[in-house]
C-alpha cells in the first residue's frame, strides 16, 4: 500500500498500490503509481500514470509522464511529457528537459539519455540511441544502431538496422537501407529489402520490393519497381 508522512493536505488525489509506491510525495497532485516502488521518489511531480515495479522510480517533480513496463523511465527526475510502454522503455532518458518522446515495446528507446522529440515503437527499436533526435523508428528492431543519428524515418522489420550516427534517412520496409551507415545520405528507400545491401551510398531514391537491392555505394540513383536497378553493384 501507499504510505504518507503528514503530507495529504498538501498531496492530493494521487492513487499509489504497492510497497514504496509514491511514499514521498509531499506537494504533486493527481498522480497514479502502481507498482513496488514506483514513483518512490516523486514528491513535487503532477498528473504523472506510472505502472509497474520500479517505473519512474527517479522521478521528482516530472509532470504528465505516462509510464507502463518494469523499470520504464527509470533515470528521469525533474521533466516530462514522454510516454514509455514496455519493459525498460526510455529506461536511461535525463534529457535535462522536457523531450516529447514516445516508446512503446520492449527496451524501445532503452538508452535514450537526452535525445528529444523521437517516436520508437516495436521491440528493441532504436535501443543504442543515446543523444538523437527527431527520429521515428517503427518496427522490431528498427534504427537499432542508431546512436546521435536524428530526422531518421525507419518502419519495417531491421529497417536503417545499421546506421549509426547519420541523419536525414528514409527508410520504409522489411529490411529497407539495411546496411546503411553512410552519415546524412538523404538516402530514401521504400519497399520490401528496397536499398538493403546501400552501405555508403547517397542521395538515392528507391521505390520497389527489391528495388536496388544490389546498390552499395552508388549516389544520386533513381529506380522504381519491382527490382530496379537489382543488378547495379557500384
Known amino acids: 500500500g501507499h504510505s504518507t508522512v503528514g503530507t495529504l493536505s498538501s498531496a492530493t488525489y494521487n492513487t499509489a498500490l504497492g510497497i514504496g509506491a509514491m511514499d514521498a510525495i509531499t506537494q504533486g497532485d493527481y498522480n497514479v503509481a502502481v507498482g513496488y516502488n514506483s514513483a518512490t521518489t516523486l514528491t513535487t511531480g503532477v498528473n504523472n500514470t506510472l505502472v509497474g515495479a520500479l517505473s519512474g522510480d527517479a522521478l521528482t517533480s516530472g509532470q504528465e509522464n505516462v ?3 518494469y523499470a520504464a523511465l527509470s533515470s528521469e527526475d525533474g521533466h516530462g511529457k514522454n510516454v514509455a510502454v514496455g519493459a525498460y522503455t526510455l529506461n536511461a532518458l535525463n534529457a535535462g528537459a522536457d523531450a ?8 524501445a528507446g532503452y538508452a535514450v539519455s537526452i535525445g528529444i522529440n523521437n517516436t520508437i515503437i516495436g521491440g528493441t527499436a532504436g535501443d543504442a540511441l543515446t543523444e538523437g533526435n527527431q527520429n521515428v523508428l517503427i518496427g522490431r528492431n528498427a534504427g537499432g544502431a542508431l546512436t546521435t543519428g536524428g530526422q531518421n524515418t525507419a518502419v519495417g522489420f531491421e529497417a ?5 550516427t547519420g541523419y536525414t534517412a528514409t527508410a520504409i520496409g522489411f529490411r529497407a537501407l539495411k546496411l546503411q551507415d553512410g552519415g546524412n545520405t538523404y538516402n530514401t528507400a521504400v519497399g520490401h529489402e528496397a536499398g538493403s545491401a546501400i552501405t555508403t551510398g547517397a542521395r538515392n531514391t528507391i521505390i520497389g520490393g527489391n528495388a536496388g537491392d544490389a546498390l552499395t555505394t552508388g ?6 519497381g519491382h527490382n530496379a536497378l537489382g543488378a547495379l553493384t557500384i
Not at 536503417?160 to 549509426?164: A, G
Not at 549516389?219 to 522504381?224: P, T
Request: cysteine-free.
Open 100 to 107: 516529447y518522446n514516445v516508446a512503446v515495446g520492449y527496451q
Open 67 to 69: 509510464v507502463v513496463g
Open 160 to 164: 536503417l538496422l545499421t546506421e549509426d
Open 219 to 224: 549516389v544520386d540513383s533513381v529506380a522504381v
